[in-house]
């Protein structure tokens, strides 16, 4: 595969984030793709955007200017009419490039037949979030995946510990205990995941489940730190790696070894070499894979040095 390089972004300036998604039947889903994305080109926003029969899923940045006119050209489509979104700032370009990818599911829990139009979970806001997870007749479980609950996490949440959504369901079936409580309080990084979640509870039989609205980046943008229940960063999927109270950019940096999020004390193991391991993977490289990724970090290293950006960072 031929290396790919970028102009340098050294004099990058700061970059709205959207993040967004709706659920709601997209028959001309495809039709959709090469317009949206030569609508983002020409506005100077990158990011990844998924379409597919069951809606839009992505998170893009960008200026301000560019942001709203991909906004305005979706929310103009008759189906994306009610589409929501959350913003945030990231000090750089945050993405590499645009891609509006066509899917079979915009999120995937690998279940037939879910479909959060149907039925879904109860909504909670922000707002009301702390008294629902401090009722002792609530379990609270987190929906993401292991790499994400690392760095951060509700007070007294169920840490799944899953690699994948797609081992979401089975968890759920062998843990009968989550029927000991009358209600089940659901939150993830956005919220999307909750809503396949909160469907496929209801589906197995659980009757009061409930997620957090907009996920916990709504919940870090307008609970006051101060009062807030939730501990350490939030993961995102770009370039900041997490995001903190307020949704200031963290301190995370990401092994590009095994894309997993590490702390600054981290950064100081004798195991972390940077591009080429940490102390997460390790274990689980051979002496060869790291020959191979020191390889890609000098090729990085000679990019920095001409004033390029290497594709692989």
């Not at 609270?140 to 007070?155: K, L, M, P, S, W």
């Not at 006051?224 to 939730?230: F, R, T």
């Not at 993961?235 to 095994?258: P, Q, T, Y």
Request: aromatic residues 8%; glycine residues 8%.
């Amino acid at each position: 595969m031929t290396d790919t390089l970028l102009p340098s972004t050294s004099a990058a300036s700061p970059s709205l984030v959207a993040a967004l998604y709706h659920f709601v039947s997209v028959p001309r889903f495809e039709s959709l793709r090469e317009p949206l994305q030569a609508l983002c080109e020409a506005n100077g926003v990158k990011g990844t955007l998924l379409l597919a029969h069951e809606g839009i899923n992505g998170t893009i940045a960008g200026p301000d200017e560019g942001i709203r006119t991909v906004l305005a050209f979706l929310r103009a489509q008759p189906e994306f009419a009610g589409l929501e979104h959350k913003e945030s700032w990231a000090s750089k370009m945050p993405f590499l490039r645009m891609k509006v990818k066509l899917k079979k599911e915009i999120v995937t829990m690998g279940v037939e037949n879910i479909d959060p139009n149907k039925v879904v979970g109860t909504y909670v806001a922000p707002q009301d979030w702390n008294a629902l997870i401090s009722d002792p007749d609530t379990i609270v479980i987190d929906t993401r995946n292991d790499y994400e609950t690392a760095i951060g996490i509700f007070r007294g949440a169920v840490d799944p510990q899953t690699k994948t959504f797609r081992e979401f369901p089975e968890w759920v079936r062998q843990n009968t205990g989550l029927h000991n409580k009358p209600k089940i309080a659901m939150y993830c990084t956005g919220g999307i995941r909750c809503e396949k979640a909160t469907a496929f509870m209801k589906e197995q039989g659980f009757e009061e489940v409930y997620h957090l609205k907009g996920g916990i980046l709504k919940y870090l943008e307008e609970v006051p730190q101060e009062e807030s229940l939730w501990d350490g960063a939030c993961f995102v999927f770009d370039e900041r790696v997490s995001v903190e109270h307020g949704l200031k950019e963290g301190e995370h940096k990401l092994c590009h070894a095994c894309r997993n999020p590490i702390t600054a004390t981290e950064v100081t193991s004798p195991y972390y070499e940077e591009g080429v391991s940490c102390s997460n993977c390790y274990p689980t490289r051979t002496e060869e894979d790291r020959l191979r990724y020191r390889q890609r970090q000098h090729q990085i290293a000679l990019a920095k040095k001409r004033g390029q950006r290497h594709i692989g960072t």
